[in-house]
């Protein structure tokens, strides 16, 4: 695979999981947030097998395995149901960039548990993350206490599974730097989203699924875009130039909220794009802290 090609297929991953919030809820409010959100997985697994295939499983350590496998559910199902579970379209992409603190965590993550090398840096970036998600928050006004605790307790499930699944996938990642050992269980994962949703499903009582030409539409573009992603994502990764793809990676919550804003017909407030660049910044700064040490 040439070097180049593989760093535009990485790239599109990038582009394709940019999609998944705006997506997400348009299924969401078709098919109820567990009922849509097992769907999704459905055909993202189905996917997965055809691009990615069916790991090997007994070549996985224990660790990675087991590990690997609750934290991947648990953070799929609080992203889709932190989507689905938003009172309204405009709160939906909110909850989206409360979830972007993960690449800031996952670098902090790595730190205290991988033996990350990094440099002081990193305090600030994490600051600068966490202001600028407190800066969307806090709507029109910016960073206003009393307009981010009105809007966090307008919606407090789809706030905290979105900030607590920031935590979850930053430590998928440390689990899966220390104990995959070139190993690719995204498939099997997947698969276990969707089984766990559709038993959530069938044993809590949810809404109707009511299915219509756009919503069908928007969960086939869901699924290929996660199952699709994930396949890019890996050719990326092992024939593209990483530098590229991490950093450009960094910018996914600015391209993920104005994708959003035009799948679900949502104008934001200039101050939500001033803190969705905080994010992003905070994320170049962590970064930037571990690469500097390289040097």
Not at 8 to 24: E, F, R
Not at 88 to 111: C, D, H, K
Not at 234 to 247: C, D, F, R
Not at 249 to 263: E, I, K, M
Request: with cysteine; proline share 3%; glycine share 10%.
């Amino acid at each position: 695979m040439d070097r180049k090609r593989a760093t535009l297929i990485g790239l599109a991953a990038i582009l394709l999981w940019s999609t998944m919030v705006g997506l997400i809820r348009s299924v969401s409010e078709g098919l109820g947030p567990v009922g849509g959100a097992a769907m999704i997985y459905t055909v993202s697994g189905l996917l997965c097998l055809v691009t990615v295939g069916f790991p090997n499983v007994r070549r996985f350590s224990p660790r990675y395995l087991v590990a690997g496998s609750i934290l991947f559910v648990s953070y799929e199902i609080c992203l889709a149901l932190s989507l689905g579970y938003a009172a309204t379209r405009a709160q939906a992409i909110e909850v989206g960039m409360v979830n972007y603190l993960w690449p800031s965590l996952t670098i902090v993550f790595a730190i205290l548990f991988n033996g990350q090398k990094s440099t002081l840096w990193v305090i600030p970036g994490l600051l600068v993350s966490l202001l600028g998600v407190c800066w969307v928050l806090g709507g029109d006004r910016g960073l206003h206490a009393d307009e981010i605790i009105r809007n966090v307790v307008s919606s407090p499930l789809s706030y905290a599974l979105a900030f607590v699944g920031a935590f979850i996938w930053a430590a998928y990642c440390t689990v899966t730097s220390r104990y995959a050992k070139g190993q690719n269980g995204i498939t099997l994962f997947v698969l276990l989203t969707a089984l766990s949703l559709w038993v959530k499903y069938a044993v809590s009582d949810q809404p109707e699924m009511v299915f219509s030409v756009p919503v069908v539409v928007k969960l086939l573009l869901c699924g290929v875009a996660l199952g699709f992603g994930y396949a890019a994502w890996n050719i990326g990764i092992l024939h593209g130039n990483v530098t590229v793809l991490a950093a450009v990676s960094y910018f996914t919550p600015v391209l993920s909220a104005a994708l959003a804003a035009a799948v679900l017909s949502s104008p934001l407030s200039f101050s939500f794009w001033q803190g969705a660049l905080m994010v992003c910044a905070g994320s170049l700064l962590c970064w930037y802290a571990t690469r500097s040490t390289a040097k």
